[in-house]
């Protein structure tokens, strides 16, 4: 965030419902919803499943390998979103004994 000038990044209302649904639906499946007092139910006999992951700790992982960038409603420091990538060189061309063929293996 910091290295493209990122001022916030905000989850879309829609992405959030969708999200709510999809889980709510999982979650009914799960002991939670039996009729037990939990602190998953915010201490109530009856009611939401508010605080696990739906599916698998194997299905969480997949899901936070990649960001889905659509999701999101980012916000910049600067009005133009292509202002960190400065003046078009690198650090490196910049400074004086840069490799420059760093890439190049021999």
């Given at each position: 965030m910091?290295?493209?000038?990122i001022k916030s990044v905000d989850v879309k209302e829609d992405v959030v419902d969708d999200w709510n649904v999809w889980g709510d639906e999982l979650l009914k499946r799960s002991v939670w919803?039996?009729?037990c007092r939990s602190w998953y139910k915010?201490?109530?006999v009856d009611g939401r499943i508010t605080a696990l992951y739906p599916g698998s700790p194997l299905h969480f992982k997949d899901l936070t390998n990649t960001i889905?960038?659509?999701d999101f409603d980012i916000k910049y420091?600067?009005?133009n979103r292509w202002k960190f990538l400065g003046n078009g060189f690198t650090r490196m061309e910049m400074e004086d004994g840069g490799d420059l063929s760093y890439y190049i293996n021999v």
């Open positions: 910091a290295n493209e000038d919803a039996s009729g915010n201490g109530k889905r960038g659509e420091r600067s009005k």
